[in-house]
Nanobody, 122 residues
Framework: VQLQASGGGLVQAGDSLRLSCAAS????????TGWFRQVSGKEREFVAG????????YHAASVKGRFTISRDNAENSVYLQMYTLKPEDTAVYYC????????????????WGQGTLVTVSS
């Protein structure tokens, strides 16, 4: 499956942003999907994940209550709605997919998008 992330940009602290991940190729609805982010020089970290059917979702403690992951299998897309953005949310955001359950570990994901940069100014 091929993934294409989009929606990043430069925003101010407190603003909202919605990231999208469009999938093509194999049946996307059978893949769990996750959003990860990475700052230069640091490890890639888990942000949120959602099961293949959308019934289960998980959010990192640092974003819980501010970010929401969702998916639309009819549109072969996964979204990350981000509210009340903070400067520490600045990173390149990646979407990823795998068969089976959601994991918070990047190495458990097989398919990756190219990343979209989110910059939050103070």
């Amino acid at each position: 499956v091929q993934l294409q992330a989009s929606g990043g940009g430069l925003v101010q602290a407190g603003d909202s942003l919605r990231l999208s991940c469009a999938a093509s190729g194999r049946t996307f609805s059978s893949y769990s999907t996750g959003w990860f982010r990475q700052v230069s020089g640091k490890e890639r970290e888990f942000v949120a994940g959602i099961s293949w059917d959308g019934r289960s979702s998980y959010h990192a403690a640092s974003v819980k209550g501010r970010f929401t992951i969702s998916r639309d299998n009819a549109e072969n897309s996964v979204y990350l709605q981000m509210y009340t953005l903070k400067p520490e949310d600045t990173a390149v955001y990646y979407c990823a997919a795998r068969e089976g359950r959601v994991y918070a570990t990047p190495t458990m994901f097989v398919y990756w998008g190219q990343g979209t940069l989110v910059t939050v100014s103070s």
